[in-house]
């Protein structure tokens, strides 16, 4: 089983690649045993540096799970608990006697994200700054609902959990990672990216607009235990044999971190049922230019690791095709299109196309060619070329450069058919000018 899932995920993974539709790094491991573990695509574009299973990606919120970690190493060598309030370490922390480390953990406290705040994109993301500085950022903030009551994802409270960690253990949070988790696990290309030393064998992370572009700047002082690390698939994979373990913590307070509290959010992971899959701990982590996700299907031992440099990449999709592959289903690979050439639809089909789902997509000209511009995650928009590959009376059919979409236009309805990279379908109308 193993050898031809072996075979049937570098398939499914170089039909990615070869369309250019995926760009990052993969391992894919069932029982202990590697099935996958390979780089696709450019690390940095503007000297053609490939990625490979040991380039360097800033991995976003995954870094939660270390902090998690982190918190439930320091209640072993008891130093805290995790039922204690945050007033027991920050003093006249507003609401700190009725938020507990574990509120912070499940995201649970309450307390508003300051990733969402609306000036963050504009102005936070670019300033340097510290743990002090955002906690300050969002403390006064009312609550959004009674502590333990709701569940909604906030960084804000891994923020906290961070200061917490440098206070309980008197040392930085890079120190205490590197000391505590990352050197006993032999996790030696992974760390805290503080944006000022220089990271070797790092991934630049990129966008697109037409063509790739450089992502917008994010100073990296600001994100630190919240989704501030940075890894490798390798290094990962290690990470995740050791939570099958007891190299780090005891199996008390494994099962403590993987339980599901609200909204199926453990400590630091999500964690649910997959249907035959059984148990999945997971979580996406993404920052600017970076998309990654990381699934254990614990309860058959199949680990999935996808780090993308480019921002878009849909690897919650690809992830999953892959755990499916391990378990021996047949997944549809992207089909080869053959272009059309010479073909002049730059006329008729640019407008705003209003989907049923109230979004809008654009379709506009430039020297000749088509592109698409499209919402996607957080709402940020991208243009993507659209490539004909399909023509008649009453339609014309394009696939779109550097992701796997569709987009089939009526031209006597003067409709639009939109297939998205998850093969979510959508319609719409085109608006009159």
């Known amino acids: 089983m193993n050898h031809q899932a072996n075979a049937d995920l570098h398939t499914y993974m170089n039909a990615l690649a070869e369309k250019g539709y995926f760009n990052g790094s993969i391992l894919v491991a069932h029982q202990g045993h590697i099935l996958l573990k390979q780089g696709y695509g450019f690390a940095n574009v503007e000297h053609q540096i490939k ?20 918190i439930f190493l320091l209640q072993e060598q008891g130093k805290l608990d995790i039922n204690d309030c945050v007033s027991h370490y920050i003093e ?17 406290s309450g307390i508003p994200d300051f990733v969402g705040f609306s000036d963050y994109w504009t102005r936070t993301m670019r300033l340097p700054s510290s743990v002090d500085r955002i906690i300050t950022s969002f403390k006064n903030q009312p609550l ?4 333990g009551e709701q569940y909604e994802y906030s960084t804000s409270n891994y923020m906290l959990l961070t200061k917490i960690i440098e206070i309980v253990s008197d040392q930085s949070y890079p120190s205490f990672l590197k000391e505590h988790i990352l050197r006993p696990l032999n996790m030696n290309h992974t760390g805290v990216d503080d944006g000022r030393n220089i990271v070797s064998n790092m991934a630049s992370g990129y966008s697109v607009w037409e063509n790739i572009i450089h992502t917008e700047f994010v100073d990296m002082s600001i994100p630190s235990g919240g989704y501030g690390m940075y890894s490798t698939v390798e290094d990962l994979y290690l990470w995740d044999r050791a939570l099958y373990s007891e190299k780090l913590v005891s199996k008390e307070s494994i099962k403590t971190m993987f339980t599901p509290n609200l909204a199926n959010y453990g400590c630091g992971w999500a964690v649910q049922e997959a249907g035959n899959m059984g148990r999945l701990a997971c979580h996406f982590g993404d920052i600017n230019g970076f998309t990654n996700d990381f699934l254990r299907y614990i309860d058959r031992d199949i680990t999935v690791i996808v780090l993308s440099n480019f921002s878009f990449t849909p690897v919650m999709n690809i992830s999953r095709t892959l755990a499916k592959i391990v378990l021996g289903e047949k997944v549809p690979v992207p089909p080869s299109l053959s272009p059309l050439q010479g073909l002049d639809c730059s006329k008729d089909l640019p407008g705003v196309y209003k989907l049923e789902n109230g979004q809008e997509i654009k379709i506009t000209e430039k020297q000749g060619e ?3 511009t499209v ?10 070329k659209l490539i004909p590959y399909h023509a008649s009376e009453a339609d014309i059919k394009f696939y779109t450069e550097f992701v796997d979409e569709r987009v ?11 297939i998205d990279d998850n093969g979510q379908v959508y319609h719409g109308i085109k608006n009159d000018l």
């Open 375 to 384: 919402p996607k995650m957080y709402g940020a928009l991208y243009k993507f």
């Open 51 to 70: 990625n490979t299973p040991s380039t360097r990606f800033k991995i976003g919120s995954i870094t939660k799970g270390f902090t998690a970690m982190a």
């Open 370 to 372: 088509l592109y698409i």
């Open 408 to 418: 089939n236009v009526d031209l006597i309805k003067r409709g639009i058919q939109y």
């Open 92 to 108: 006249n922390y507003p609401n700190g006697d009725q938020i507990t480390l574990y509120h912070l953990l499940t995201n649970t």
């Open 144 to 147: 959004h609902f009674e502590p």
